[in-house]
Structure formats: structure tokens, C-alpha cells
């Protein structure tokens, strides 16, 4: 089993920036893929990031290219996002997940791959 804690989210205003962490702990020894993810309101689950386990590999969702990145700290076991020019429609839960092992690439973006989820922390852009 693995644990994952976000933490981060807040309020800002639209053009500025949010870093937001992922915590894991329990069986993180095994490489494995992680992700994040996004809900907002009435709408479906949106993929946003994911990185391998050397972090040498990164993938983004067409909508946070150039924006955002992704990357961690396997010492620290910590997952991050790096959020710049936010913008009002970025607005929503932000959600941690991990697999339990290495997804392949074609995978990375689709959450029922992820078998672990943290409980998500909101991200507010207002305008």
C-alpha cells in the first residue's frame, strides 16, 4: 500500500504561480509511475502530468504544456508541480496518484492505470 498527501493548493490570482507537493509513504521502495490529475466542477477527471521513476521522462496534458512541470524527489519520496501563468479554467481539485509499478508511456494518462490517489487540494485561479 501507498499513501499519498498533497498539499499546496490555494488561492492566487490569474498569471501567478502554485507549487504543489505530493508526500508518499509505505511500500514506495519499488519504482513506480506517478501523476497528477485534475477535477473541476461538473467535469470529468483531466490528466495533467505523470513522470517516470528516474523523472527522465515526463508527460504533460495539452492543456498545461509550457506552464506547468512535473518532477521528484525519490529521497524524499515527494512529487511536484509546478504551476506558472495560471489561469481561471485551471481552477479545481488537484489529485496525487501512482501506480504500483512503471506504466508504460501510452498509459500514463489514463487515472484507472493509477492504483494509489491522494485526497486531492484545491487550486482556486481567480480573475
Known amino acids: 500500500q501507498v499513501q499519498l498527501i498533497e498539499s499546496g493548493g490555494g488561492l492566487v490570482q490569474a498569471g501567478g504561480s502554485l507549487k504543489l507537493s505530493c508526500a508518499a509513504s509505505?511500500?514506495?521502495?519499488?519504482?513506480?509511475?506517478m501523476g497528477w490529475f485534475r477535477q473541476a466542477p461538473g467535469k470529468e477527471r483531466e490528466f495533467v502530468a505523470a513522470?517516470?521513476?528516474?523523472?527522465?521522462?515526463?508527460y504533460y496534458g495539452d492543456s498545461v504544456k509550457g506552464r506547468f512541470t512535473i518532477s521528484r524527489d525519490n529521497g524524499k519520496n515527494t512529487m511536484y508541480l509546478q504551476m506558472n501563468s495560471l489561469k481561471p479554467e485551471d481552477t479545481a481539485v488537484y489529485y496525487c496518484?501512482?501506480?504500483?509499478?512503471?506504466?508504460?508511456?501510452?498509459?500514463?494518462?489514463?487515472?484507472?492505470?493509477?492504483?494509489?490517489w491522494g485526497q486531492g487540494t484545491q487550486v482556486t485561479v481567480s480573475s
Open positions: 509505505g511500500r514506495t521502495s519499488r519504482p513506480y509511475t
Open positions: 513522470i517516470s521513476w528516474s523523472g527522465g521522462s515526463t
Open positions: 496518484a501512482a501506480d504500483s509499478a512503471l506504466l508504460p508511456p501510452r498509459t500514463v494518462a489514463e487515472a484507472d492505470e493509477y492504483d494509489y
